[in-house]
């Protein structure tokens, strides 16, 4: 891939994005969807793609199971609304990929959840009976273990749920294939160019870096994880832990033998999940999201490639699928996640609603990136429509606590949950203290899990 030039000197549009991830080029896509003609300049720290947004899971999600956490945070019409509009933004992917001729292995195969412990039960149950209430009963289906091993045989499985509007991709290949299309559609595209700040002017925005600056009347931010960085506008409103992925040698007789063969991504029900699928040429990737907690804005070291971690992720896919046996690792890697305090992405308005900042997918953004990126293409192009009404457009969203308490109090609660749920894997009781570590998030209003 050709590295798009470095910004040198000034440049002035109607918005400029900053940060080359799935939301900032999904909110360029958009743009330029609705208004043909505005000028968008984007620019990116690295290369376009280049973050977890290129070397994710590759679960293209909807928020289902979200749907109990948005009506409780947000009432019952509007967590409709968002999950209708990520159920949306997983076709549109679709729909993006085949009109535009982007091969991003792109499957509908739906989403698998299953529990592997008792405790994991009630999380299943909390879903559909919200999506039944709700008049959503097309959106899961409910599985017992017996329908469960029909889409994927495995000693730990239990029942589970089956959400049909899914589907899998794979990331880096739509991170690039997005890039060049929008190229193509005349957005001006810069990498290699850190920006350094970000502030409000008398006829909109500017975005400043080294060697330059861009002009515009409405910026969008959407730099994931680096929004952590000190002096950000949501660096105390995040916070940042790390997932990491194992990859096998191909295994196409396994996933015949264990029935695994109809594309499904599937995760477990706990709260640091562990969550697979399969790859076009027979492969498991397997990933596990309880990686550690970032110190501050420390995105490098452990957050992008943790031994300990990836050790832990493999001995899980061996417990999972025990057929692997004697199988090789050929492929390890890791990245940050942008965590909210509500486990839901958010949109921040800033500078006058001249600028809007989003993060906070806490590890599901590849489906609802698309439909963030629509709202801040609204947002920056002033419409008042549908997509600029969405309840995650929050003006005050929670803060986290400052660091080093926030990264001491985290590390404590994720070792806590940690060992609950082992214990719970294993059948036996989880001590007092990690129980009690594992409930200060719901105490201090943190919502923890899907």
């Known amino acids: 891939m050709e590295i798009a030039q470095e910004l040198v000197g000034e440049r002035s549009a109607d918005v400029v994005i900053v940060g080359g991830g799935y939301t900032g080029m999904w909110a360029a896509w958009h743009i330029k969807l609705v208004e043909p003609e505005a000028s968008v300049v984007l620019i990116e720290a690295d290369r376009c793609g280049f973050g977890p947004s290129g070397r994710n899971g590759g679960f293209c999600n ?83 273990s017996a329908q469960v091993a029909e889409h994927c045989a495995s000693p730990v499985f239990r029942g589970g749920a089956f959400y049909p509007g899914a589907g899998t991709v794979q990331p880096a290949r739509l991170a690039l294939g997005l890039r060049e299309r929008l190229r193509a559609r005349g957005v001006e595209i810069y990498e290699r160019s850190p920006v350094s700040k970000v502030a ?93 907690i970032a110190m501050g804005a420390r995105l490098h070291g452990r957050t992008e490639l943790d031994p300990e971690v990836v050790s832990f992720a493999a001995k899980q896919l061996w417990d999972y699928f025990p057929g692997l046996g004697g199988r090789a690792l050929t492929h390890a890697w890791g990245g940050p996640i942008d965590a909210s305090p509500t486990h839901l992405p958010l949109v921040l308005p800033l500078h006058g609603n001249r600028a809007f900042a989003a993060a906070g997918y806490t590890g599901n953004g590849v489906g609802p990136s698309h439909m963030v990126g ?32 926030q990264w001491l109090g985290a590390e404590a609660i994720r070792t806590g949950i940690m060992r609950k749920e082992s214990a719970e894997l294993a059948g036996r009781r989880p001590d007092p203290i990690s129980s009690l570590l594992s409930r200060i998030p719901q105490l201090i209003g943190f919502h923890i899990g899907r």
């Open 62 to 144: 909807v928020m289902w199971f979200s749907l109990p956490n948005m009506r409780e945070r947000w009432g019952d019409m509007a967590a409709l609304e968002v999950a209708r509009a990520a159920e949306a933004a997983a076709v549109g992917i679709g729909e993006f990929c085949e009109s535009e001729g982007v091969d991003a292995w792109c499957r509908r195969g739906g989403y698998l959840q299953v529990s592997t412990a008792a405790a994991q039960d009630t999380v299943l149950e909390k879903a559909l009976d919200a999506c039944r209430e709700l008049g959503a009963e097309d959106a899961i289906q409910p599985l017992s």
């Open 200 to 292: 409000g002017s008398s006829t909109g925005v500017e975005a400043q870096v080294p060697g330059g600056v861009v002009r515009a009347q409405r910026a969008v931010l959407a730099v994931g994880a680096a929004a952590k960085s000190a002096g950000g506008p949501l660096h105390n409103r995040l916070s940042v832990a790390s997932s990491h992925i194992v990859l096998t040698e191909p295994v196409p007789d396994l996933l015949e033998e264990i029935g695994w063969t109809g594309g499904e991504c599937i995760t477990d029900s706990r709260a640091l999940i562990n969550y697979f699928r399969t790859t076009p040429d027979g492969r498991i990737a397997f990933g596990w999201g309880g990686g550690r």
């Open 374 to 405: 629509r709202t801040l293409a609204s947002l920056a192009l002033d419409l008042r429509d549908e997509p600029s009404r969405l309840p995650f457009i929050d003006p005050s969203p929670s803060h986290v606590p400052p660091e080093p308490f």
